[in-house]
């Protein structure tokens, strides 16, 4: 494959970089395959004299002139250098006003890693300044002063005591003097005071010996504006014997905007040398959150294979059997926390977290999420010391939210803290916002970690080392539900072993008339929740629809459990069968099945003739777990959504709720 030169190697290889080297503004520009102008710099406006939006878009033959355009040269310019990779090239072009000129430079043919061409990178100067000045010192003296006066660059001779002899218009506007300021007094005039005896030095030097202290093809120095600004100057020198002894001539071109422009393109670079720094570190950091992933969902899953396989081949012993059954149980339910978890990182990075917004008292709150880390609590002797300070304690937020914010939060300072240690949760009141404060006598936060604390793929502790499980999920999730309510969650520690502090900033409520507003409606499965649970569901009669078999025997044994007659079905093609036989009282159906899936079914079901059927109240019991999942089933006809794994308390309670109203209603 050929290879793509950047533009700096391009610069470095060109054959004419003295000459290049010499001027300050290049035509920088880019044509795409079929040879369209794609990019255009200000080099390139100042010699060709169109502006960025008439020249982006048009042909690159548009540039040249009518004797080359008739000729085909744009066309075999582009040929051969998509032939050779690169065509160096001199010769007369027309500007934006019609006038000609000369120009030289390469263009360049660029390629992708697939060896595909891209287009081509061109770059041209203006030489028509100095040929014409080359032919005017060839043709007479005269002739050289009317070249210098209409030349752009500073033109400055001076004789062997380095005094000016002659300047031209350019360099009174470079340099900030008029000529009889310049004219018989010392070059130094126009150099920084420090850079003066360097010159005199150097210069008498070559006058005496012939060595050169500088490279007179090509030097950047210091110039000395007569305001006193500095600034960076290109020279190039020559020298001849003149009737009075030896003449040097210096052009001087000020590069103000170049070194400008370099400047910008050095830090466009180190800016994407940065990004692509932090891309593999990004990179590395999720391939460490994987592994950790890995491990943390592997870890809970030994544990149930493991013990199951010893209920399966051990003698009955009640209390091998409890322990294994309670086993089974925390590590089935520690699953489920690191997949909700998941669940809700995804939710809230791809923006799809729904908030049900009320006004609620935090200190209920906390309370609920105590009640929930208290056994963990007392298991590991730790204190957990409450101080609710704040008489206002009423914020606008989703409860359950704000509570897994709180458990999280707890989950991680216990922990994180040894047994015997205590935890501080308090509540106060700091102007318009409520402060909740979880403080541990922990293991602390190494000061180096401190501010990746609340990063989603960075944890204190190496993926094959860790001393604690989990994610390192919680406590993003945790800044991201605080900012969705918002607030504000900030960390402190004075070091490893020295405790933490985690402060919550919510913006207190303000609540007119009594009324808590809802920013979002509940869907029947939430509705349902709340209402009386009636634990005999003899006589109901359920529907399960469940391709997985083992899925499909738990659901029908729970709810023949509670008392009702369960009717088991593998497909959606079933379900409709076994509703011409027979009405059911309620529907339970999986989401995902192969064929036809739950949402075709109930939509199916939604749309029969019948209107008894048409009407049976169902239920989405699925994997399919996220808030789009939810309003996708309830708008395909559900009258409720439960998420796996599913409490059997919860199922039947749900059951149960739409099976006596869908009664009442018949």
């Not at 031209?168 to 900030?176: K, L, Q, V, W």
């Not at 906390?366 to 609710?388: E, G, Y």
């Not at 593998?570 to 059911?584: G, H, M, N, Q, T």
């Amino acid at each position: 494959m050929p290879h793509t030169p950047d533009l700096e190697e391009i610069f470095g290889t060109w054959p004419y970089q003295p000459l290049v080297e010499e001027i300050a503004d290049f035509a920088i520009f880019h044509l795409d395959a079929r040879g369209m102008i794609v990019s255009w710099n200000s080099g390139a406006q100042r010699i060709f004299g169109f502006t960025f939006d008439e020249i982006v878009g048009q042909p690159n033959a548009l540039l040249f002139t009518l004797e080359d355009r008739a000729a085909g040269v744009p066309k075999d310019e582009l040929e051969r250098a998509a032939a050779g990779g690169r065509v160096e090239d001199s010769r007369w072009y027309l500007r934006n006003n019609g006038a000609r000129f000369f120009a030289s430079g390469t263009i360049t043919a660029l390629y992708g890693s697939s060896g595909e061409l891209l287009g081509f990178a061109k770059i041209a100067r203006d030489d028509t300044e100095r040929k014409r000045i080359e032919e005017a010192l060839r043709i007479s003296e005269a002739q050289y002063r009317i070249v210098a006066e209409t030349a752009s660059d500073a033109i400055i001779s001076i004789d062997e005591n380095s005094t000016v002899l002659f300047v031209n218009t350019a360099a009174e506007r470079i340099f900030g003097h008029t000529t009889s300021e310049m004219l018989g007094r010392s070059l130094t005039m126009l150099m920084p005071e420090y850079l003066r005896e360097v010159h005199r030095a150097g210069f008498h030097r070559y006058m005496a010996t012939g060595v050169r202290h500088l490279n007179w093809d090509h030097v950047e120095v210091t110039g000395l504006r007569g305001d006193g600004q500095e600034f960076p100057v290109e020279l190039s020198f020559g020298e001849f014997n003149g009737p009075e002894g030896r003449i040097f001539i210096g052009i001087a071109r000020d590069i103000s905007e170049r070194k400008r422009s370099e400047a910008e393109r050095e830090q466009l670079l180190e800016n994407e040398k940065e990004a692509r720094h932090q891309a593999e570190e990004a990179n590395r950091s999720k391939d460490t959150f994987l592994a950790t992933v890995s491990h943390e969902l592997r870890t809970p899953l030994n544990a149930i294979l493991g013990w199951a396989n010893i209920l399966r081949n051990s003698a009955a012993d009640p209390s091998l059997a409890d322990r294994a059954l309670a086993t089974i149980e925390r590590n089935a339910k520690a699953q489920a926390q690191l997949i909700d978890d998941l669940l809700d990182m995804s939710r809230i990075i791809t923006g799809q977290m729904r908030l049900n917004f009320k006004a609620l008292s935090v200190s209920e709150t906390i309370r609920s999420a105590l009640n929930a880390v208290a056994p963990d609590a007392v298991a590991r002797s730790i204190h957990i010391l409450t101080n609710f300070g704040a008489e206002n304690d009423t914020v606008f937020g989703d409860a359950s939210r704000l509570q897994q914010v709180v458990w999280n939060l707890l989950s991680n300072a216990i922990k994180f803290t040894p047994e015997g240690g205590t935890i501080d949760v308090s509540t106060s009141e700091d102007g318009a916002h409520l402060v909740v404060s979880v403080r541990d006598s922990g293991i602390g936060i190494d000061p180096e970690f401190l501010p990746y604390v609340f990063d989603r793929f960075s944890q204190a502790d190496a993926v094959t080392t860790r001393r604690h499980g989990g994610l390192g999920l919680g406590l993003s999730i945790v800044r991201q539900l605080v900012e969705l309510h918002g607030g504000k969650v900030s960390a402190e520690s004075e070091g490893e072993n020295l405790g933490s502090a985690f402060t919550v900033t919510l913006p207190l409520a303000k609540v007119e008339g009594g009324r808590e507003a809802d920013s979002d409606v509940e869907t029947p499965s939430s509705a349902v929740s709340d209402q009386g649970f009636v634990s005999d569901l003899g006589g109901v009669h359920v529907l399960v629809v469940e391709d997985e078999a083992d899925s499909r025997e738990l659901i029908g044994v729970i709810l023949e459990k509670h008392g009702s007659t369960v009717t088991a079905v593998s497909s959606a093609e079933e379900a409709l069968a076994a509703l011409r036989d027979s009405v059911p009282d309620i529907i339970v159906s999986d989401i995902g099945m192969p064929g036809v899936d739950g949402y075709s079914l109930i939509r199916s079901i939604r749309e029969l003739p019948d209107h008894t059927k048409a009407r049976i109240p169902a239920v989405a019991l699925t994997a399919y777990a996220s808030a789009v999942d939810k309003e996708q089933a309830i708008s395909s006809g559900f009258d409720a959504h439960v998420a796996k794994p599913v409490e059997p308390l919860d199922l039947a309670r749900v059951v149960s709720a739409l099976a006596n109203g869908s009664a009442a209603k018949r």
